[in-house]
Nanobody, 122 residues
Framework: QVQLVESGGGLVQAGASLRLSCATSGRTFSSHTLAWFRQAPGKERDFVAAINSAGYAYYADSVKGRFTISRDNAKNTVYLQSNSLKPEDTAVYYC????????????????WGQGTQVTVSS
């Protein structure tokens, strides 16, 4: 059974940092692209960042320079280091996986976690 389990969310003040983790199990994802999306209340689920099997990373403009995605294939885990958090970063953060190139559209991703809440107060 394939599972992606996010952790590391929480309530922080603006300017703080959080490190989100997504542990994968049930199959080997070392050859997959791993990504983070987020969904704020009443809004669409938006792309945040992705990293392919070669370690190349791509970011949404809204988080570029503040967030860093990384992966540890030995631990089957993908991370999202989120710095200089802003109230507009408040959302449920989801990790996702797909076989193949980086995509920024959720429909391309076959595997999803349940999400972790990030709330940034002003």
């Amino acid at each position: 059974q394939v599972q992606l389990v996010e952790s590391g969310g929480g309530l922080v003040q603006a300017g703080a940092s959080l490190r989100l983790s997504c542990a994968t199990s049930g199959r080997t994802f070392s050859s997959h692209t791993l990504a983070w999306f987020r969904q704020a209340p009443g809004k669409e689920r938006d792309f945040v960042a992705a990293i392919n099997s070669a370690g190349y990373a791509y970011y949404a403009d809204s988080v570029k320079g503040r967030f860093t995605i990384s992966r540890d294939n030995a631990k089957n885990t993908v991370y999202l280091q989120s710095n200089s958090l802003k109230p507009e970063d408040t959302a449920v953060y989801y990790c996702a996986a797909r076989q193949g190139f980086i995509a920024t559209t959720r429909d391309y991703y076959a595997y999803w976690g349940q999400g972790t809440q990030v709330t940034v107060s002003s």
